[in-house]
């Protein structure tokens, strides 16, 4: 078990531009989620995949984000022309449901700063 | 999901048990309590879920009310590396787990 893996662990950015993060779940895991956290205030769900479909999304996702899972393995999240609003820690989580019961486990996160 | 309730902020005494309180008063039938924690600089770890029993594990024990309208995460034996945010969640199997603000835990030596 090696864990859920992000990369890269910080990014800085200029705002206009697009960056794009990508989140390694634990091997087994078939759900993977992705959520953003800012200062102070506890992780807001953005979306999430079982294997490879993308089941639910937040309304928090603008048109400017997109989330990927080929192959239902790794995932990529994009944010095209970053505003200085889309500051945040962008936390990747994976689980393997069993009936009921449901742990996340989480990555370190990708804190991106847009100036 | 049912909305939970709980103190912005709390401390102990290294040594002492930590008793974080969580209400979740409109809870249905289904839903199980969730804790998670949030060490500063790193995504928030799993600790421990029930649904009705009191559980425990190597890290905490959970104890819920028997009317389920609350529960109350116990760290025996706190440590200074237990300064973190606390997450209590309710949810139901097969839905996504939404976060409230937490309880931020002060360990003092």
């Known amino acids: 078990d090696t864990g859920v893996s992000q990369d890269p662990r910080h990014k800085i950015t200029k705002r206009g531009q697009n960056v794009t993060f990508r989140c390694d779940p634990i091997?087994?895991?078939?759900?993977l989620y992705w959520y953003r956290q800012t200062l102070g205030q506890g992780p807001e769900f953005l979306t999430y995949?079982?294997?490879?479909?993308?089941?639910?999304k937040s309304r928090l996702l603008s048109d400017r984000f997109s989330a990927e899972r080929p192959k239902g393995s790794f995932s990529t999240l994009e944010i095209q022309r970053t505003e200085q609003g889309d500051s945040a820690m962008y936390l990747c989580?994976?689980?393997?449901?069993?009936?009921?019961?449901?742990?996340?486990?989480f990555g370190s996160g990708t804190q991106l700063s847009v100036l | 999901d049912a909305k939970t309730t709980q103190p912005p902020s709390m401390d102990c005494a290294e040594g002492r048990a930590a008793n974080l309180p969580c209400n979740h008063s409109?809870?249905?039938?289904?839903?199980?309590v969730y804790w998670y924690r949030q060490i500063h600089s790193q995504g928030p770890q799993y600790i421990i879920h029930?649904?009705?029993n009191n559980e425990t594990n190597e890290m905490a024990s959970l104890i819920i009310t028997e009317d389920r309208k609350s529960s109350t995460l116990i760290l025996p034996h706190a440590t200074l590396r237990d300064t973190a945010v606390y997450y209590c969640?309710?949810?139901?199997?097969?839905?996504?787990?939404?976060f409230g603000a937490g309880t931020r835990l002060f360990v003092k030596a």
């Open positions: 091997s087994e895991h078939n759900r």
């Open positions: 969640i309710v949810r139901v199997g097969g839905f996504k787990t939404i």
């Open positions: 989580a994976s689980s393997f449901p069993q009936g009921a019961d449901e742990k996340l486990f």
């Open positions: 029930g649904l009705k």
């Open positions: 409109t809870i249905s039938g289904n839903e199980y």
């Open positions: 995949f079982q294997n490879e479909a993308q089941l639910e």
